[in-house]
């Protein structure tokens, strides 16, 4: 069984919510668990030895923690965590991370870069933080994967690279190599590691420092 060190409570799932065939926001009970914006949390259903990480999706003002997963076929967690419904519990730890929206750089505009559900940490962000002066990037394969990009308003740029639509038919880091932005932006990158490290090094030669590039790996 999972050790005190890794599970905080155990709490009941409050909500569903079903953005495509493969992808739900997992609504639960908050607890005592005080997160920054940014952060992840490990879950697991109850009495299960298996538990993973997942960003939180909610602000931080809310009263319940939500996270957005996607059901991996091979992956044993997700698969559990997309059948679950109303009622049923799960094991919450946390919270952990370093991936926040410190209070220096609130104020400066802000690039969020993000691949399939890495968008999370962002929404959190936005959810916690008022008149953050942001555009959000978002890259996924497909159409239907722009998850509740109508919270985002005009900010939301879809970039998509498998079928036609979106705001840019083609690959994130192939859309960046035209972006402009200032000296003094600072740019978040959430998702796929591949597209973080080639996001990261096209940020450096386009001058932005190393120091205003901030990352947080998915797989």
Sequence with gaps: MLTATKIRFTGAVQEVRRLTDETIVLRME????????????????????????YSVYSGNNKPYLEVLLRRVEEGLVSKQLFGLEAGDKVMIGGPYGHFKLVEEVRSNPLLFIATGTGISPFRSFLESYKGLHYRLIHGTSYLNEGYEKEIYGDRYFHCVSREKGGDYQGRVTDYLKDVEFTPDTNAFLCGNCDMIYD?????????????????????
């Design 30 to 53: 908050r607890g005592d668990i005080d997160f920054e914006p940014g952060q992840y949390v490990r879950i697991g259903v109850d009495g299960d030895s298996e538990i993973r990480d």
């Design 199 to 219: 996001v990261f090094d096209l940020l450096q030669e386009r001058g932005l420092p190393t120091t205003q590039i901030h990352t947080e790996v998915y797989f």
